[in-house]
Each structure stands twice: as structure tokens, then as C-alpha cells.
């Protein structure tokens, strides 16, 4: 009766470390395809930087685009000042070069903006570069590790099937 006893608590043991095993083996997926997740949540900022990094620039573009119609319709002016020929036109003429000028002044400060706004993108999308090379290998590091883990737990699920096999049959 006693090795019969004994018998059973061995199978219920074994029994009790398939399941853990199983349990771990269920959760080695899950744990690479977070990992996974995290990888293309840093794709996705690099993404992220690289479409502001260039709408930073086509904003410059425009910016400096506007800036050479504004210089040109200055220059425009400044030949028109030569032709005119009453002071009312004169003064006229002068105020709208120096509308011109102020815009000028705007749409430079402006471009200034935008440049340092793209040296800092470029440094961010760098990083975030860097984040996503780190992030692959830390990735591809874990994925090994947890791969070889499930190897391991396949093995041990074999012995303790194995195993319980021997027992049901001494059992019965």
C-alpha cells in the first residue's frame, strides 16, 4: 500500500511539473512577441522622426522659396523707385520696400527656426537610429535565450512524460 501511495505522489508530483513546464512554454511566445512589439515601436519612432525631419525641411524650402519672390519684388521695387516721379509716389514706394524688408526679416527668422529645428531632428532621428540597432540586438539576444529555454523545457516535458508513462504503468 505504502509504495502505491508513494507511487501516486510521485505521478501527481509529476503530473504537477508538466504543467508548470507547459505553463512556461505557453508564455515564451508571448514574451518574444512583446519583445517583437517593442522593436517596431522603435521602428515606428524612427518613422516618426524621419517624416518630421523632412516636413521640417519642405517647410524651409518653402520658407526660402517665399524669400527669393519677396527679395525679387524688392529689387522690382527699387527699379520702380527710379520712375517715379511725385513725392506721394515716391514715399509709397518706399513704404512698400520696407513692408517687403520686414517680411524678409520674418521669413529669415523663420528659415533660422527651421534649421535648428532639423539639427535637432537629425540628432533625434540618430538616436532613435541607435535605439532600434540596440533594440534588434538586445531583441535577437533574448529571442536566442528564450528559444534555448524552450528547447530545455521541451527536453524536461519529454522526461516527465516519460516518466509518467513509467508510473501509470507500475500503477496499473
Given at each position: 500500500m505504502l509504495t502505491e501511495l508513494e507511487k501516486l505522489i510521485s505521478l501527481q508530483t509529476c503530473d504537477m511539473e508538466m504543467r508548470a513546464l507547459e505553463s512556461r512554454l505557453e508564455q515564451i511566445p508571448k514574451e518574444i512577441e512583446a519583445l517583437e512589439k517593442e522593436v517596431a515601436t522603435e521602428r515606428a519612432n524612427v518613422k516618426a522622426a524621419e517624416e518630421a525631419l523632412n516636413e521640417s525641411k519642405k517647410t524651409r524650402r518653402t520658407l526660402e522659396g517665399e524669400l527669393e519672390l519677396v527679395e525679387s519684388?524688392?529689387?522690382?521695387?527699387?527699379?520702380?523707385?527710379?520712375?517715379?516721379?511725385?513725392?506721394?509716389?515716391?514715399?509709397?514706394?518706399?513704404?512698400?520696400?520696407?513692408?517687403?524688408?520686414?517680411?524678409?526679416?520674418?521669413?529669415?527668422?523663420?528659415?533660422?527656426?527651421?534649421?535648428?529645428?532639423?539639427?535637432?531632428?537629425?540628432?533625434?532621428?540618430?538616436?532613435?537610429?541607435?535605439?532600434?540597432?540596440?533594440?534588434?540586438?538586445?531583441?535577437?539576444?533574448?529571442?536566442?535565450?528564450?528559444?534555448?529555454?524552450?528547447?530545455?523545457?521541451q527536453d524536461q516535458l519529454r522526461e516527465r512524460q516519460s516518466e509518467n508513462k513509467e508510473i501509470k504503468s507500475c500503477i496499473l
Open positions: 519684388k524688392i529689387a522690382k521695387y527699387r527699379d520702380q523707385l527710379m520712375q517715379v516721379k511725385s513725392n506721394d509716389e515716391y514715399k509709397a514706394m518706399q513704404k512698400q520696400i520696407q513692408v517687403a524688408e520686414e517680411e524678409i526679416s520674418t521669413k529669415e527668422d523663420l528659415i533660422l527656426i527651421k534649421m535648428e529645428d532639423t539639427d535637432s531632428l537629425q540628432l533625434e532621428l540618430a538616436t532613435r537610429k541607435k535605439e532600434v540597432e540596440e533594440g534588434l540586438a538586445r531583441v535577437h539576444k533574448q529571442e536566442a535565450e528564450l528559444e534555448a529555454e524552450a528547447s530545455k523545457l
